[in-house]
């Protein structure tokens, strides 16, 4: 196993850098957070890229808070 193709990325524990996470499904994806961009415009974009494009298929929404959100389906 080449442990460098699953590399995603190395963090200082002196970092000023904030990460958060998206699951969807099985998959997990994380982020770096835009420096002084609010949680709200976060939720906004999470909603734009994973819910919006896919909005024909099902009623789907964004839950949790920041540092971790999911996608969730709606139940009726």
Request: hydrophobic share 30%.
């Amino acid at each position: 196993m080449d442990i460098g193709q699953y590399r995603v990325g190395k963090v200082s524990g002196y970092s000023t850098r904030e990460f958060y996470t998206v699951t969807d499904g099985d998959e997990v994806h994380v982020y770096e957070r835009p420096h002084g961009e609010p949680k709200r415009n976060i939720r906004i974009a999470i909603h734009l890229a994973f819910i919006e494009p896919w909005d024909y298929e099902e009623e789907r929404k964004v839950a949790g808070r920041y540092p971790n959100y999911r996608i969730e389906e709606v139940q009726a």
